[in-house]
């Protein structure tokens, strides 16, 4: 009997033992798992930290350039030739004109011919309020036209700059430029159309001025002045 006691005290201890050693397991695994997240927790924390200083100091940058680029637009509006350039306040104001720019230099390149048959003729009180012709005229004998001034009709005093006549023998190519060129100083051309007699005295001419009916018309894009057809019917 003596025996049977013995042996079942020392399985308890044994048990005993191995409970204890468990418990200790299970606490060492505890108290690593409290460990490793807390340094996971440290470490991503420090991860997020670093992103919100990547993300304050790209802010900062981009702020910085849009910063420049507001201060650059006037400079580049009185280049392309606008006559209120100091009212552009943002770069992207410019974008029109700016395309418009990129196309007509990309044209001019490609038809280097003499124009100097085709004469462009504006209305100086009007254009004036539109573009600075000091700019946009020496522009225009640049492509190879010749220019000539002419007074406006008083009764047209309202209205504003927004079409573009041409004769028969004008080439499509030309009228294009004269479009390109405008809309990069700031015009908004909403007519481009032949003269109604073509062919006749003016059809070696452009005509830049203000057709009244055209003033509610859409703004010609620089893809439609790009890919209209001028046709002379």
């Known amino acids: 009997m003596n025996s049977s006691y013995d042996e079942q ?12 050693a468990v418990s200790g397991m299970g606490g060492a695994i ?48 009185r280049g392309l030739g606008y006559v209120a350039w100091r009212s552009v306040e943002q770069a ?19 038809n280097a011919v003499d124009r100097s ?4 003729h504006y209305f100086g009180a009007d254009l004036s309020t539109a573009v600075n012709t000091a700019i946009v005229e020496p522009e225009l004998k640049r492509l190879g036209f010749r220019v000539e001034r002419r007074m406006r009709d008083e009764g047209m005093a309202d209205v504003p700059t927004n079409c573009i006549w041409f004769g028969k023998n004008v080439q499509t190519t030309d009228v294009r430029l004269i479009a390109l060129l405008l809309t990069s100083a700031g015009v908004d051309i909403r007519c481009i159309r032949p003269f109604q007699n073509a062919a ?11 057709r009244r009916s055209s003033v509610t018309e859409p703004i010609w894009s620089v893809d439609r002045i790009l890919t209209a057809t001028f046709d002379v019917r």
């Open 9 to 20: 005290l020392q399985a308890a201890k044994r048990a005993s033992r191995w409970n204890a």
């Open 30 to 77: 505890l108290l690593g798992s409290l460990v490793f997240s807390a340094v996971a927790i440290r470490t991503e924390k420090k991860e997020v930290e670093s992103l919100q200083s990547r993300a304050k100091a790209l802010k900062d940058s981009i702020a910085a350039r849009e910063s420049t680029l507001a201060r650059m637009a006037p400079v580049a509006a």
């Open 92 to 110: 992207g104001e410019l974008r029109p004109s700016l395309d418009a720019r990129k196309a007509l230099d990309s044209l001019t390149r490609l």
């Open 117 to 120: 048959r085709f004469t462009v």
């Open 200 to 210: 006749g005295p003016k059809a070696n001419s452009v005509e830049i001025g203000g």
